[in-house]
């Protein structure tokens, strides 16, 4: 985890030369954004993570990637690295995975203008803490494929995750036995899976069985329209 390495600083300010000793971890995505969040740079990671190429992403906004809720949540969370160049920490979830959040303020020197500098990397504990304090978890989600189900089949996809039968499911949920196993079908035909095991290992290998169910249920409220996502991947 970064945890352990000196780019947790408060006080520090980054930019893509102090952190590139730090890019051969493949599994962290880094980028640079000015204080309007415009994108001035990111490594690979970053742009395959979003579906993108680092040429195309250059100059694209929040907003153009992720819609107006998501954008708004984001800058009312990274404003503190801008105004009082704090260190910010979230968990967020990013094209169906979710991802530890830190934001530093940028180093202006490099790109001369303020902004701030991200570093995302998969997450999958239940409570990621800083300074003793669990962080915050941003509510407005980039499910991927997963904004293709309603909220209740979301409901249903953590529940199928954490092993409950279609029957405890109904009666967790209030709702018949038919009506579950109807959703299922749905949700595994949606997601392309073969199998309740295969959606419980998904789910776990992104990092979703990490949050509450409250915290979960949460998070399937604020998921980005699937017509956002695909209109982004066209854009590259």
């Keep these: 985890m970064l945890d352990r390495d000196p780019l947790t600083v ?4 980054m930019s893509p030369s102090r952190f590139a000793p730090f890019d051969t971890r493949s599994d962290v995505a880094a980028a640079a954004r000015d204080e309007s969040h415009r994108l001035l740079w990111c490594n690979e990671t970053y742009a395959s ?6 040429d195309s992403l250059k100059g694209s906004d929040l907003r153009s990637l992720f819609g107006n809720l998501f954008a708004d949540e984001r800058a009312e ?29 940028l180093d202006s020197a490099e790109f001369s203008v303020r902004g701030y500098f991200v570093l995302a990397e998969p997450c999958s504990t239940s409570n990621p803490m800083r300074g003793g304090q669990t962080l915050r978890s941003a509510k407005h989600a980039d499910l ?13 996809f953590r529940l199928l995750a954490e092993g ?11 709702r018949s036995h038919k009506t579950i196993e ?4 749905r949700i595994l035909h949606a997601l392309s899976l073969r199998s309740r095991t295969e959606l419980a290992r998904m789910a776990a290998e992104r990092g979703l069985m990490g949050f509450s169910r409250e915290a979960w249920n949460d ?6 329209p699937a017509a956002r996502r695909a209109s982004t991947k066209n854009q590259g």
Excluded at 49 to 54: D, I, M, Q
Excluded at 144 to 156: D, H
Aim: hydrophobic content about 45%; charged content about 20%.
């Design 10 to 13: 408060p006080t520090i300010r």
């Design 144 to 156: 991927g494929e997963l904004a293709a189900l309603t909220r209740r089949e979301l409901e249903i």
């Design 219 to 224: 998070v399937a409220q604020g998921r980005v």
């Design 182 to 185: 109807f959703h299922t079908a």
């Design 77 to 105: 969370l990274i404003a503190p690295a801008i105004e009082r160049e704090a260190l910010v920490s979230y968990d967020q979830v990013v094209r169906g995975s979710r991802f530890l959040t830190r934001i530093f303020p």
């Design 164 to 174: 409950l039968t279609g029957a405890e499911i109904a009666s967790e949920l209030h």
């Design 49 to 54: 993570t979003v579906g993108a190429s680092v």
